[in-house]
């Protein structure tokens, strides 16, 4: 059993910063990938990021890339996402997710086992 739980959250201006952690429980030899995913009001949850923890090989979704990066510290267990340049339409709740199961499909909200509780990401234009 994998806990995930995130903070960083918060309210930040059109173009600000702000960096996303997510600490897990268990110790992450288990774990393959995790990931960030967020959710709008009214809309489904996207894929933003995703990182496969052993080799480090990192993914992005289109919106976001060249403006997020992710990242983990295997000696904390934990995984990062850090914002830059946020934008309005990157408001959401965000959440971040792992999996323990090989060869799935990264950007997948089914792929993954765990889920933390989520944090709000807010950006005013």
């Known amino acids: 059993q994998v806990q995930l739980v995130e903070s960083g959250g918060g309210l930040v201006q059109a173009g600000g910063s702000l960096r996303l952690s997510c600490a897990a429980s268990?110790?992450?030899?288990?774990?393959?990938?995790m990931g960030w995913f967020r959710q709008a009001p009214g809309k489904e949850r996207e894929f933003v990021a995703a990182i496969r923890w052993s080799a480090g090989r990192t993914y992005y979704a289109d919106s976001v890339k060249g403006r997020f990066t992710i990242s983990r510290d295997n000696a904390k267990n934990t995984m990062y996402l850090q914002m830059n340049s946020l934008k309005p339409e990157d408001a959401a709740v965000y959440y971040c997710?792992?999996?323990?199961?090989?060869?799935?499909?990264?950007?997948?909200?089914?792929?993954?086992?765990?889920w933390g509780q989520g944090t709000q990401v807010t950006v005013s234009s």
């Open positions: 997710a792992a999996t323990q199961q090989l060869q799935v499909i990264i950007a997948l909200t089914s792929s993954y086992n765990y």
């Open positions: 268990a110790r992450t030899f288990s774990i393959y990938a």
